[in-house]
């Protein structure tokens, strides 16, 4: 058990709707990122914040947002829904820069 | 910009056997991290060894064991005893820079199969 919480684990919508994953990151880690794992791109960084605040951004697309709450906890939106995300969804957090990023079980997006 | 190949998309390895899985990877960073995670079939990420650029002694975990050679950039992880549950895929991972906010830059994985 990696201490990362992720929910649902599972999601299944239909193109054009909008969903919301959770994550609460281990206690007391600051970091949380955001990563999408599909079988043609691998896993890709999308978004990371600290204590609050957005500080770095990788491959995310505009249709999709995220926001980490003041205890910590993450959501990221995905809007306007296409088949092409269909993806499994990691949340990671860590205690600090250079530290390991722990991983939560991922949340498995299916778009009909 | 970074990148981390590993060259091997499948390995197979008979239980008890060492194993050794490639990882190169390309930075004009002086600082940086190496990580290598294993993802079962069930889907989960787990952390197993980090090698920090400049740690002087290879990283150990267990079993596991980051064969870390900076002049050639390479870093590979040594899977010794091999047991039936190290059947998974493998990835290898660079932490990016702080403009990237330290996120981990992944390669494509190796599946292992760990046979009997």
């Known amino acids: 058990d990696s201490g990362v919480t992720q929910t649902p684990k599972h999601l299944i919508t239909a193109t054009g709707q909008r969903v919301t994953l959770r994550c609460s990151p281990r206690?007391?880690?600051?970091?949380v990122y955001w990563y999408q794992q599909s079988l043609d791109q691998g896993l890709q960084f999308l978004i990371q914040?600290?204590?609050?605040?957005?500080?770095a951004k990788g491959n995310i697309l505009e249709r999709f947002s995220a926001q980490q709450f003041p205890d910590l906890h993450s959501e990221l939106n995905l809007s306007s829904l296409e088949l092409g995300d269909s993806a499994l969804y990691f949340c990671?957090?860590?205690?600090?820069?250079?530290?390991?990023?722990?991983f939560g079980d991922g949340t498995r997006l299916s778009i009909l | 910009a970074q990148k981390i190949t590993q060259t091997q998309p499948g390995m197979f390895v008979q239980e008890k056997e060492a194993v050794t899985l490639d990882c190169t990877y390309d930075?004009?960073?002086?600082?940086?991290?190496l990580f290598w995670y294993k993802q079962p079939s069930s889907g989960e990420m787990i952390f197993l060894i980090y090698?920090?650029?400049?740690?002087?002694q290879n990283a150990t975990e267990g079993r596991y064991s980051l064969n870390f050679q900076k002049a050639r950039k390479s870093a590979n992880l040594v899977i010794s005893a091999s047991q039936l549950g190290d059947s998974a895929m493998y990835f290898c991972?660079?932490?990016?820079?702080?403009?990237?906010?330290?996120?981990?830059?992944f390669g494509k994985g190796t599946s292992l199969l760990v046979t009997p």
């Open positions: 990671a957090s860590s205690a600090g820069t250079g530290r390991p990023q722990h």
């Open positions: 206690s007391g880690d600051l970091s």
């Open positions: 914040y600290y204590n609050g605040e957005e500080r």
């Open positions: 930075t004009s960073d002086q600082s940086y991290g």
């Open positions: 090698q920090g650029s400049y740690d002087e």
């Open positions: 991972a660079m932490r990016e820079g702080a403009n990237s906010g330290y996120a981990l830059n």
